[in-house]
């Protein structure tokens, strides 16, 4: 990514958990550089809704 251009999409120091009892995530920075096409994709934890 040049210098000048603006990322698609940028998250810094994200933090998630289940409330109190457990921090899954901590410090996740995420840049998705501008481009024709972008795609993220991971599975569905068991259980859980489709999206």
Same mark, same amino acid.
């Given at each position: 990514? $040049? &210098? ?5 999409l &940028?998250l810094?120091?994200? &933090? ?5 009892? /457990?921090?899954? @995530?901590?410090? @996740? $920075?995420?840049?998705?550089?501008? /481009? *024709?096409s972008? /795609?993220? $994709? /991971?599975?569905?934890?068991?259980? $859980? *809704?489709?999206?």
């Amino acid at each position: 990514m $040049s &210098e000048n251009q603006q990322p698609l999409l &940028e998250l810094r120091d994200i &933090e998630a958990g289940y409330g109190r009892a /457990a921090l899954v @995530l901590r410090g @996740l $920075s995420v840049t998705v550089p501008a /481009a *024709p096409s972008s /795609a993220w $994709s /991971a599975p569905t934890a068991p259980g $859980s *809704p489709p999206c």
